[in-house]
C-alpha cells in the first residue's frame, strides 16, 4: 500500500522542505483484514478524536488530504447518527507528548482554534471527552461509558493516525473492544505515518476498513449480513 503521488513527466524532484499533498487510501490499498469480526451499528460507537481548527490548519500546511478527511467524517457522523450510533469527540487537554505537529499547532491563540471543524461540530447528544494523553481511553470516562451504552465496537476516525489513532485503537483492543479504524477518514502529516499507522493497526489489533463501507453498515436498511 502506498499513497505517496508519482512524479509525471516534466514535474520537478521533491527536495527537503517541498510540500507534496498525499491521497486517501482507496478500498484495494487496505491491509487486509484478520480479525474476522463484522461491524454491528447495535455494538458501535463512533469516536471522534482531534477535529479542532488548529490541529486541522497544521496538516491543511503539511499537505494532507484535508477535505477529504473532514467530508468522509461527517458522512460518519451523519450515519451514526441515522443509525442510532452514540458519538463520542475526543479533544486534548493542552500539548500531549512530543508528536511534531501537536507541538507544531501549540496552545490555542484564540476560541477559533479550539474549536471543532465545522463539517463535524457536536450535536445535541454527542459526548465530548478530554483526554489527557493520546489516547481517547487516557483519563477519560470513555470506557465506562461504552460499558453503560453495551457498546463494545469502537469505529475510530479523526487525528493524528499515527498518534491518537493508533493509541485509542490499541487501548480500545486491551480493553476487549473490537476497534474499526476508517482508513479514509483519518489523516497525518504524511503519507508514510498514514500509512505506518494502518498497517500497524492491521497486524496487532484491529480492523481497518472505508467510509462507504461503514456508511452502509450504518443505513438501517441495509442488511446486517453485508457488514465489513
Avoid at 42 to 61: E, G, I, K, P
Avoid at 154 to 175: H, S, Y
Amino acid at each position: 500500500m502506498s499513497m505517496q503521488p508519482r512524479l509525471t513527466e516534466g514535474q520537478p524532484e521533491m527536495t527537503p522542505g517541498s510540500i507534496f499533498p498525499y491521497v486517501m487510501p482507496t478500498p484495494a490499498m487496505l491491509p487486509d483484514d484478520t480479525t474476522g469480526w463484522t461491524l454491528d451499528p447495535s455494538r458501535a460507537a463512533l469516536v471522534v478524536l482531534n477535529l479542532q481548527r488548529r490541529f486541522v490548519r497544521v496538516l491543511d500546511q503539511e499537505g494532507a488530504p484535508v477535505p477529504q478527511l473532514l467530508a468522509n467524517a461527517s458522512r460518519l457522523v451523519s450515519a451514526a447518527h441515522t443509525a442510532g450510533v452514540p458519538v463520542i469527540h475526543s479533544v486534548p487537554a493542552g500539548e500531549r507528548g512530543p508528536a511534531r505537529y501537536v507541538r507544531q499547532s501549540g496552545p490555542p491563540a484564540d476560541r477559533d482554534g479550539d474549536a471543532f471543524a465545522e463539517q463535524v461540530e457536536p450535536r445535541t447528544g454527542d459526548a465530548v471527552l478530554t483526554a489527557r494523553k493520546h489516547s481517547a481511553f487516557a483519563r477519560t470516562r470513555l470506557g465506562g461509558r461504552l460499558r453503560d451504552l453495551k457498546r463494545d465496537q469502537v469505529v475510530i476516525a479523526g487525528l493524528f493516525a499515527r498518534v491518537g489513532v493508533l493509541m485509542t485503537a490499541a487501548d480500545a483492543w486491551v480493553q476487549d473492544l473490537e476497534p474499526f479504524v476508517v482508513a479514509d477518514a483519518v489523516a497525518d502529516a504524511s503519507a508514510g505515518s498514514h500509512e505506518f499507522a494502518l498497517e500497524w493497526i492491521a497486524d496487532t489489533c484491529g480492523a481497518v476498513t472505508s467510509t462507504d463501507d461503514v456508511v452502509t453498515v450504518f443505513d438501517p436498511a441495509v442488511p446486517a449480513a453485508e457488514a465489513v
